[in-house]
């Protein structure tokens, strides 16, 4: 929702004692996220650029922003920094890697530098390894950047609430709306 | 800390009351004393809690949490290796649990202590269901010749129920049921679609059972300082319009006003202090967190309301030469009967149709069916005794199906845009058994940081309950078979020796100073008074003298409002000063 509607939306609901905390809570989810200034932690960032290259063509910028623009690569650092212990963060390292060189191999450039036709191509023969990996052991690298992005993407302010409908505070619970009224997807 | 680092300062000035513990039953405590008359003194172990100020993440956008609300794996490793077991511990939440290396316990077998150390509690943090107890609870034990038999009937806690619930604020409906008595209800909050179906498909194919929206002590109408539920959805981070009940929004602004109230945060309560010579407890004795100063504070009258295992851990450790095994404990049944109910069992189907059905807005409950076994002869069930309700809810799938989903690109964007198909699932809360072998003591070989000796606790669930969890899986399959849903499963997260549905992961402990009506049997009397010590009450779940399946936070309430009713007006006669 816009600053203006989100507004309307607080006096609406509270009926004017809404409290300062919750009117700049409620706002601060319509300001834009301070562009730059993120220093990588795990990544390089070439190796970050290469997690932007492969989040984008899975969820690309199409009518709305895609995962480059959401800085999905920006949470893949955090992540591997904070949440992922040390097997899978090195398994993912290693997952990007290993992309590079299949993409050396195939099409003698790193990934980044393949057309986005050949990347497709090499995305799509991860994900059907993936798909058939059956040893359980590890997640593939393939699911892993999946789930990274859309996990990132959609819990974006761009993902949630340009590319998928957020409700912040609804001031209200209807159990049964038809869905034309929604219009998409809730974050 | 050593001992002997520390001087014991004397407080002259006694109070008339003091309260350990803020957290639902604390607050309702030192609200219902103050109210009263009573100079009262509110100890709390963890930190000062400001309403509306300190929920620092309340209403924050999923991308404004650091890693959208993933906690530090390294920190939560290390600092709070229990706490993180349960699915509330989360980053935006982090800050209300307890820092499990400053505060050690020891499990004999799997236990997951889940607690807040802030002022308010786990009121801050409780699941907020509400609901009363029947005679069908309060006759089990006796009937079934579990445990002993309950002091109280439902006739004298009925009252008391219907005197919190219009302060506490419950939303929820009234159905005339035997076993799940009806109270004092602000409009339930709406089902959604789904969940209407559900409910007649149940009441086509099961007539003894029904399925209703969850009892809860959220405000669907606005009461005097509280504005009714704006839906915003995650209630654990904290509620600054005071929609649902909570020591901060609710209880301890009633005691501030009256004038009465002293609050004291980091003050962790060490013993009760007990006067052999008078034959009475004289107040208590306190370790500032902050200053590792020892404190000792007087009262005519001293209720615990620590929780269920902290008030027993103070008793325990209060030892004297008329009470050597712990303060109040001349039954010898402290610390044991501990109990808590039993879940993660249930089952999940996906429903089609409804394709062209949404909800809309962030609805902080679910549907709950109450306990439809062993409540007469035609429910009788030959492989276990007691019962369970279930909780669950229905809604549709949304982007996180997209990992399940083969495909990336705009193709896959552009599917995850639309919701997915609905899926139902109930999980659900049994009631637990009241056993001697299943206890707590006090282990003198591990202390906390300030020297109090941590709890060993040993307890696990029996054969009543495993035949119980069978039925909880099967029954619960059966109503989603019935309505006609699809990939019907059951699950049982319970694992033997391991983690998964634990003893204590349902963060209802009860028990371990039992309510009775003998003395040598029991260690609170039907007041929730100490047989052994009279100015003494513990009003928290300690007491609890069976389980029920109900969630039990109500009841607290009920029971400390009625035990507060009865300490001062013994205090008028004269029997307690």
Known sequence: MDRREALKRVGFLMGGTVSLSVASGILSGCQAPAAGGYTYQTLSATQGELVATISELIIPETDTPGARAARVHEFADLMLTEWFDVADRDHFLAGLGEIDSVAQSINGATFVDNTEEQQVAILTEMEDAALSDASGDQTPFFSMIKQLTLLGYYTSEIGASQELKYVHTAGEYRGDVPYEEIGRAYS | ?577
Not at chain 2, 512 to 527: F, I
């Open chain 2, 1 to 577: 800390m050593t001992r002997k680092n520390v001087h014991i300062s004397q407080e002259t000035e006694g109070y008339d009351a003091i309260v350990v513990g803020s957290g639902i039953s604390g607050g309702w405590a030192a609200k219902e004393l103050t109210e009263k008359g009573l100079k009262t003194l509110l100890l709390e172990r963890g930190r000062p809690v400001e309403h509306s100020t300190d929920y620092i993440t309340e209403h924050k956008a999923p991308w404004e949490l650091n890693m959208r609300g993933r906690y530090n794996r390294a920190n939560a490793e290390a600092n709070y290796a229990v706490q993180k077991r349960t699915g509330q511990f989360r980053a935006e939440a982090e800050h209300w649990f307890i820092n499990d290396k400053e505060n050690p316990y020891i499990e004999d077998k799997p236990f997951t202590w889940i607690r807040g150390n802030h002022v308010g509690g786990r009121s801050l943090m409780w699941g907020r269901h509400c609901y009363r107890w029947s005679d069908i609870d309060f006759e089990a034990n006796l009937k079934d010749g579990n445990g002993v038999d309950w002091p109280i009937r439902y006739a004298d806690i009925a009252p008391w129920y219907d005197y919190v619930e219009k302060f506490a604020g419950i939303s929820g409906e009234k159905l005339g049921l035997p076993q799940l008595p009806d109270g004092q209800f602000q409009p339930g909050m709406p089902l959604n679609v789904v969940e209407k179906h559900l409910r007649e498909q149940i009441i086509k194919n099961f007539p003894e059972r029904i399925l209703t929206i969850g009892r809860v002590a959220i405000l669907t109408e606005a009461l005097p300082g509280r504005a009714a539920c704006h839906y915003c959805g995650p209630c654990i981070r904290g509620c600054s319009t005071g929609s649902y009940f909570s020591s901060q929004s609710s209880t301890l602004p009633a005691a501030v006003a009256t004038g009465n109230l002293t609050l004291r945060p980091y003050s962790i309560v060490q013993q009760v202090i007990y006067d052999e010579t008078r034959d009475k407890a004289t107040g208590v004795r306190i370790v500032d967190s902050e200053t590792n100063e020892v404190l000792e504070f007087k009262a005519k009258v001293v209720f615990l309301c620590a929780s269920a295992l902290g008030s027993t851990q103070i008793l325990l450790n209060s030892k004297s030469n008329r009470f050597a095994d712990g303060l109040a404990n001349s039954s010898g049944e402290l610390g044991h009967n501990l109990m808590d109910h039993h879940f993660k069992v249930g089952a999940n189907a996906m429903v089609d149709g409804f394709d062209d059905r949404y909800y809309y807005g962030n609805r902080p409950t679910g549907f709950y069916v109450p306990r439809f076994r062993n409540i007469n002869s035609e429910t009788r069930r030959q492989d276990y005794v007691r019962g369970y309700g279930y909780q669950g809810s229905a809604r549709r799938e949304n982007w996180g199906r997209g990992n399940d989903m083969r495909g990336f690109g705009a193709e896959l964007k552009q599917q995850l845009r639309e919701p997915g198909d609905w899926r139902i699932g109930m999980t659900a809360f049994g009631e637990c058994l009241p056993r001697h072998g299943n206890y707590v003591r006090l282990d003198d070989a591990v202390t906390d940081k300030w020297g109090m000796p941590a709890l060993r606790i040993n307890a696990a669930w029996g054969a009543n309950e495993f035949a119980m969890r069978r039925d909880m899986a099967q029954s619960a399959a059966e109503m989603l078979d019935a309505a006609g849903y699809r990939d019907v499963s059951t699950y049982d997260s319970y694992t033997e020796g391991g983690l998964g549905a634990e003893v204590g992961l349902g963060i209802h402990e009860m028990g371990t100073a039992r309510m009775g009506r003998d003395p040598k049997t029991s260690v609170l009397n039907e007041w929730n008074q100490a047989h052994d010590v009279p100015n003494l009450y513990v009003t928290d779940g300690a007491c609890m003298t069976s389980s029920g399946c109900q969630n039990p936070s109500i009841t607290y309430m009920a029971l400390t409002a009625r035990a507060v009713d009865h300490a001062v007006s013994e205090m008028k006669k004269g029997n307690i000063s």
